[in-house]
């Protein structure tokens, strides 16, 4: 089979690589065509890549192109994970919405709606492509705003989207070991939408253990969202939250800690990778142990703001081992390569799976993969609480998916008004007249009132 990676020359491609040189099942993938618009990123990712590749009988080889069509050709499966205009855009969303006093992270708040406005234009016209050069091809996205993108790209692909995230997964493995159980056998409860979820019900051997978990300070403290959260607030929801919904539950200390900081998330990654992709270029060795090095300053690193805010101390050594979304996909692929059902939380259109949207909105919960791709499967309404919520970030995504489709400076406007995130009607038309005038990439939206 061959895979084709859009954003080959982004950092965490390696981790996908890896998690393919372990695959020796049939049907696995046997080749993988890297495609990015930089060249010097390509070369840098190409050398970690063939360290990998070191001593690996079988391992997939590797080709690179910065011809999008090219790269498309006979895929059997795309895994999109751009970044439109580099981290040099992130932390223009992020500084943009600091600078009014609101938050500026990639896929929350206003920063997610810059991201959104930027990317989708970009992620339409890939659709498009996907649909002419290989309309048999499997879409595996991981772009961010992760749930956004994928319902955009559903319009032109339908069914054949898929969108991944490693955050649910992460969630359920951290409960499982609170639990001292193997997170194989645990059946999750899971609803929401891309970094907006919560975790209900917590299944083994066909009892919910999640009471109980919710009951004992220590295993509940145990975990990075018992941390982040406090115990008392995640009880008084009855559920565990994505590590996500900080930003909204904490919004007033996000942003207090965000900016604090020294330098924002996105600058400290512009900065850390810009390192990496100049150390590793040219050398013939050298380059795995300089990415796993970046690697692990990355993922000690994830969400340190928050943590810090909450009190919630460094993150637990076992959430900065691998099997993160590179493994979610791997299992996504197989499933459907050789129809092998499994169960997996995976971003999909609706079809009446949870209540209070519509079919054709994209939503994350649990799925049964199979040969036909990826079916939702019904899940219990959610806590009007978080239906509301819910039903508000989803009017955003709507509105920015409206905007890259047609234009609309109202509909964009609009996206950032009705955040929740946001509070003004001002502050959004400050926010978008800002983000236009230091994004090239938002030029497309009109000028009308």
């Known amino acids: 089979m061959k895979l084709t990676i859009l954003g080959g020359g982004g950092f965490r491609v390696p981790l996908v690589y890896r998690a393919l040189l372990a695959d020796h099942d049939p049907g696995r993938v046997t080749r993988v065509t890297l495609h990015d618009l930089d060249a010097r990123r390509l070369d840098a990712i190409g050398r970690v890549l063939a360290e990998q590749a070191g001593g690996v009988p079988d391992a997939p080889v590797v080709d690179a192109t910065t011809d999008l069509d090219e790269a498309l050709r006979d895929a059997d499966f795309v895994f999109s994970a751009i970044r439109v205009h580099g981290l040099e855009g992130r932390v223009i969303d992020e500084r943009v919405a600091l600078a009014e006093g609101v938050l500026g992270q990639e896929t929350v708040g206003a920063g997610g709606v810059a991201y959104g406005l930027r990317t ?6 890939i659709a498009e492509r996907i649909a002419a050069v290989a309309p048999q091809a499997w879409v595996i996205n991981f772009t961010n705003p992760a749930g956004m993108v994928t319902e955009a790209m559903s319009r032109r692909l339908g069914d054949r989207v898929i969108g991944i995230c490693d955050s649910p997964a992460g969630l359920g ?4 070991r609170a639990l001292g159980a193997d997170p194989r056998t645990v059946r999750l409860d899971y609803a929401g939408l891309n970094h907006l979820g919560w975790l209900r019900r917590v299944e083994i051997d066909g009892v919910d253990r999640l009471p109980g978990l919710l009951a004992d300070d220590t295993a509940l403290l145990s975990l990075e969202e018992g941390r982040l959260f406090g115990a008392d ?3 008084t929801l009855g559920a565990i939250p994505n590590e996500y919904l900080h930003y909204y539950y904490f919004g007033r200390e996000g942003v207090a800690a965000a900016g604090g900081a020294a330098q924002t998330r996105g600058a400290f990654l512009l900065d850390q990778q810009s390192r990496f992709y100049a150390s590793v270029a040219g050398c013939d060795t050298g380059a795995l142990s300089a990415w796993r090095a970046t690697l692990l300053e990355r993922e000690t690193t994830y969400m ?3 943590r810090e805010a ?3 101390g460094d993150r637990h050594e076992g959430d900065l081992e691998s099997g993160g979304y590179e493994q979610i996909a791997l299992a996504l ?3 459907i390569a050789l129809d092998q059902r499994a169960t997996l939380i995976l971003n999909v259109r609706n079809r009446g799976a949870l209540a209070g949207l519509d079919d054709d909105a994209v939503v ?3 799925c049964t993969v199979g040969a036909g791709g990826a079916r939702a499967t019904a899940v219990g309404p959610l806590a009007d609480h978080a239906a509301a919520l819910v039903a508000s970030v989803k009017a955003v995504d709507r509105a920015v998916i409206e905007a890259a489709a047609t234009g609309s400076r109202q509909a964009a406007l609009r996206a950032f008004a009705v955040h929740p995130l946001v509070d003004s009607v001002a502050v959004a038309r400050r926010l978008l007249d800002e983000y236009r005038n230091r994004l ?4 497309y939206l009109s000028q009308e009132p």
């Open 310 to 312: 909450a009190g919630a």
């Open 120 to 125: 989708l234009p970009v992620a339409l016209h």
């Open 173 to 176: 493995k951290r409960v499982a």
């Open 440 to 443: 090239p990439q938002l030029g």
């Open 233 to 235: 607030w995640i009880r």
């Open 304 to 306: 340190a703001e928050n």
């Open 333 to 335: 692929m197989r499933a």
């Open 364 to 366: 994350e919960v649990p």
